[in-house]
């Protein structure tokens, strides 16, 4: 009996060192997605999407698996939380802003640590906040897309309508929002084509398939395409199981290119 205990002690502490470790994962999930309205000048565009980091450090690791060539980097919130040193949150915007132009909206968890501490961060490495506000971007020929970001939806903070105005109706937009249940508050007439989200963690320990939230995925949908990251970093326990630790590179693409 003594025997039997030993073994199963040591078999549920290899079991949540294994939990452990697929928390430290620095999987790049890659993904291409066609549109016939996206300005030809901005095909491809080359995007590294990052969301959920919370207490963990950008690992070389991860950021080797990027291209070059990236156009922007996206942080999809949750870049920090409560008890993070400043030096790390300063060290990870740093290494992302070196990749290219870097965009943030915030998640829930950032406000633990004041939303002004960490705007400073944002502002002295040029970081552009999206906080119910668009971006516009326009190349040499003179064509435009917009990035569309809302500030997180706990407490109603998100306004999708102030994001949204002054962007031309029939413009390619790209919204970025931590959470991804603002899909509910896109109406079509948005012409949202793609929204990027996290928050969810893909359930972070999933036993048996099933988890708190569904495993991260690309849902096409009706009125937008869908992308929920499973997240780079944990919330709570530092573990992970059936729910990769991910972040994405994504090129979006003129569909006309393929024909």
């Known amino acids: ?38 300005p030809k000048s901005f095909s491809p565009l080359k995007i590294f999407f990052i969301s959920d980091i919370h207490r963990r450090v950008i690992s070389s690791s991860l950021l080797e698996q990027v291209p070059n060539s990236i156009d922007l980097v996206i942080i999809g919130g949750d870049l920090s939380e409560s008890g993070v040193p400043q030096k ?11 990749i290219a132009p870097t965009y943030f909206v915030f998640g829930n968890n950032d406000y633990e640590i004041g939303k002004e501490n960490l705007e400073k961060w944002l502002k002295k ?12 971007l326009t190349t040499n020929s003179g064509e435009t897309i917009y990035l569309i970001g809302v500030e ?14 002054n962007v031309p109706q029939k413009a390619f937009k790209l919204l970025i929002s931590h959470n991804p ?22 359930g972070q320990i999933r036993l048996f398939g099933y988890g708190l939230y569904k ?15 499973n997240g780079y970093g944990t919330s709570g326990l530092p573990l992970r199981l059936g729910a990769p630790a991910e972040a994405h590179y994504i090129e979006i693409r003129n569909k006309l290119e393929y024909k």
Do not use: C, P, W
């Open 1 to 38: 009996m003594i025997i039997f205990i030993v073994f199963l002690i040591i078999g549920m502490l290899l079991f949540i060192l294994m939990m452990y470790r697929n928390g430290l994962e620095n999987n790049l999930t890659k993904h291409t997605f066609t549109f016939e309205h996206l």
């Open 88 to 98: 790390r949150i300063e060290e990870n915007i740093k290494m992302l802003q070196n």
């Open 125 to 136: 490495y040029h970081v552009i906040l999206l906080n119910n506000t668009s971006k516009s």
């Open 152 to 165: 997180d939806m706990s407490e109603e903070k998100d306004r999708l309508d102030l994001a949204l105005d």
């Open 181 to 202: 249940d603002i899909y509910q508050k896109v109406e079509k007439q948005d012409e949202i084509a793609l929204i990027l989200s996290g928050h969810q963690h893909g």
């Open 215 to 229: 495993k991260g995925k690309v849902h096409r949908l009706k009125k937008s395409i869908l992308l929920i990251s």
